[in-house]
């Protein structure tokens, strides 16, 4: 029996990540990551897109997976209603960067970027997936102006990601012009 409760110690202490995930009320950890838009060479700066307006940001795994196509297609086809809105919309992944430029193409349609962020960044949005190192879980944010967690979602289906997100960006919204009445 202590055999065991040792186990389940130790892979407890291996599937925690290396810092706590930011939470709603949370400020957001500011990065930088180059990615592609469209093919194309692209810089992402988060305390400059935060300048612009609200940022939606989705880590997924790894370009070129089921789900994570999946959710790329789905993203693409909202892109206006996220720009609609004010929000800078990104995808960003440790998983398969050297693909990058054909999946911002392929599956983005080149309607929002994607970037490849560095392991601080996975660390300090404690994202890392630790079945496949190097690789993120599928976690979305909703990111407001002011640089704070407005909402977060984590869940490896991909399905609901983007219908979660416009709807807290829309109560953002609705939240941000009570206020200025």
């Known amino acids: 029996m202590r ?9 407890a202490c291996l599937a925690a990540p ?6 709603v009320g949370d ?11 469209g093919g194309e060479a692209f810089h992402f700066d988060l ?3 935060l ?27 909202s892109a ?5 809105a004010g929000a800078t919309l990104i995808g960003v ?3 398969n960067t050297d693909r990058l430029s054909e999946f911002s193409e392929a599956h983005c349609a080149s309607a929002f970027p994607v970037a490849a962020v560095d392991r601080e960044t996975v660390s300090a949005y404690g994202v890392g997936l630790m079945m496949r190192p190097g690789w993120t879980n599928r976690t979305s944010y909703v990111i407001a102006q002011d640089g704070e967690i407005a909402f977060k979602h984590s869940e490896m289906n991909p399905n609901e990601h983007v219908t979660l997100t416009l709807s807290a960006l829309h ?3 609705a939240d941000a012009s009570a206020a200025s009445e």
Do not use: K, Q, R, W
Not at 18 to 23: D, G, Y
Not at 80 to 84: D, G, L
């Open 51 to 77: 300048a612009n307006g609200p940022v939606v940001m989705y880590f997924f795994p790894a370009a070129f997976t089921g789900g994570c196509n999946v959710e790329a297609a789905l993203f693409a086809e």
């Open 171 to 173: 109560a953002l919204d």
């Open 27 to 37: 400020a957001a950890p500011l990065f930088e990551a180059d990615g592609f838009l």
């Open 93 to 95: 992944t440790a998983g």
């Open 47 to 49: 305390g400059e897109a």
């Open 80 to 84: 206006a209603e996220f720009s609609a």
């Open 3 to 11: 055999h065991i409760l040792a186990s389940l110690a130790a892979t």
């Open 18 to 23: 290396a810092f706590a995930a930011p939470e």
